[in-house]
C-alpha cells in the first residue's frame, strides 16, 4: 500500500508540473511582446490615436501580445520606459514620435536582440534592428489647402503647426502650397506655438487669426483641441490631419487626412516574427492608401467641393500634380 501510494503521488507531482496552453492561444515562444510609447493619450484623435487603432486592429490579426506607455511627453521619461521595455524582451517596441530619434539610436545598439521602430522619420540610422516610419503629410495638406482656398470667403487661412518638425512641418508646408495653388490672393497665415502638448497656446493663436478675419482654421498635433474650440465657438471651417476630430466640431471640421498605419505596421510585424529585426524605412502617402482623404458629413460639403478634392488626389496620385516638401 506504501509503494502504491508512492507511485500515485509522485504521478501527480509530475501532472502538476505540465503546463496546460489552451488549443486557442499561442505558446510564449510563438507570441510576439509588443510596446508602444507615445507622447499623448490612446484617445487623443490625432497622432497616437492613429497608431494605437492600426496596432489594436493587427492584434486581431497576429495575436500579439501589446502594451502601451502614452502621455509620454517628456523624452527623458520616455527614454527609461523603452530601456525597461527591452529590459523586459520585448520583441517590438515602437517609439511613436519624432523626439524619440536620439533615444532609439542611443538605445537600439544596446539590445542588439531588439527590434525597434520609430517616426515619423525616415532615418533607420543605419542601424539592423531599427526600422523608420513617416507620412507625406504634406500631400493631404496639399489637398485640405487647396479646399480651404476654395472655400474662404475672406481668402484668410490661419495654419498652427506644434514645432516645425516631422509630419507636422510637412503638413503646414503642403497646406500652405495647395492653397496657394488654388489662388495666389489667398493669405495663409502660419505659426508654430513650440509645444505638441498644450491646447492652450492653440486656442491662443486661433484666436489671433480670428482677429486676423480668417476663416478657416487647421492645425497639427494633439494639441489642436484648442484651436477646434474657438473654431467652434466663431463658426469656423476646420481641416484636420492625423485623425478625425470631427466628434469636437461635428458642422465646423470639413475633411481630416487620415492616418493609416496597418500596411507599415504588417510588414515590421511580419519581418520581425521572421527575424528580420530592421534596417527599412517606410512611408505613408495617398497612393499607397496610408493617406485617405476622409469628409465629415455632418458639415454637409457640397458634392462639387469634395469632387474637386478628388481630382486634386487623382493629381497627386498620378504625379501631375507634384507636392513640395518643403517651402
Not at 495647395?178 to 498644450?198: E, H, L, P
Not at 482654421?217 to 478625425?244: H, P
Not at 485617405?292 to 455632418?298: D, E, G, L, S, V
Amino acid at each position: 500500500m506504501r509503494k502504491l501510494l508512492l507511485m500515485l503521488a509522485t504521478v501527480a507531482a509530475l501532472m502538476l508540473a505540465i503546463p496546460v496552453v489552451s488549443a486557442s492561444s499561442k505558446t510564449d515562444a510563438t507570441t510576439l511582446k509588443v510596446a508602444l510609447i507615445a507622447p499623448s493619450s490612446h484617445n487623443d484623435l490625432a497622432f497616437t490615436q492613429s497608431m494605437h487603432h492600426a496596432l489594436l486592429n493587427l492584434q486581431k490579426k497576429y495575436g500579439f501580445e501589446l502594451s502601451v506607455s502614452e502621455n509620454q511627453f517628456v523624452v527623458a521619461n520616455a527614454a527609461n520606459i523603452i530601456r525597461q521595455y527591452a529590459d523586459q524582451g520585448y520583441d517590438l517596441v515602437i517609439a511613436h514620435g519624432s523626439q524619440y530619434g536620439g533615444t532609439i539610436q542611443q538605445l537600439a545598439p544596446l539590445f542588439p536582440k531588439t527590434s525597434f521602430a520609430w517616426g515619423t522619420a525616415g532615418t533607420t540610422y543605419g542601424l539592423p534592428n531599427v526600422y523608420a516610419y513617416e507620412a507625406n503629410s504634406q500631400e493631404g495638406g496639399y489637398v485640405n489647402g487647396y479646399i480651404a482656398s476654395l472655400m474662404s470667403k475672406t481668402k484668410i487661412i490661419g495654419v498652427i503647426g506644434p514645432i516645425a518638425v516631422g509630419d507636422a512641418k510637412l503638413y503646414v508646408d503642403g497646406f500652405v502650397a495647395g492653397a496657394k495653388a488654388q489662388s495666389q490672393k489667398t493669405v495663409v497665415n502660419v505659426a508654430y506655438t513650440g509645444s505638441f502638448s498644450d491646447p492652450s497656446l492653440m486656442s491662443k493663436q486661433a484666436s489671433v487669426f480670428v482677429a486676423q478675419k480668417a476663416d478657416v482654421l487647421t492645425g497639427s498635433s494633439q494639441s489642436v483641441v484648442g484651436a477646434i474650440n474657438v473654431a467652434r465657438e466663431n463658426n469656423l471651417k476646420w481641416f484636420g490631419t492625423q485623425w478625425t476630430q470631427a466628434s469636437l466640431a461635428p458642422k465646423n471640421v470639413v475633411a481630416t487626412q487620415m492616418y493609416d498605419w496597418m500596411p507599415v505596421l504588417s510588414q515590421i510585424v511580419t519581418r520581425v516574427q521572421s527575424g528580420k529585426l530592421g534596417g527599412v524605412s517606410y512611408r505613408i502617402s495617398l497612393k499607397n492608401g496610408g493617406e485617405k482623404i476622409q469628409f465629415n458629413r455632418a458639415a454637409n460639403t457640397p458634392k462639387t467641393i469634395q469632387a474637386k478634392a478628388k481630382k486634386v488626389v487623382d493629381g497627386i496620385v498620378s504625379g501631375k500634380i507634384v507636392v513640395p516638401s518643403g517651402l
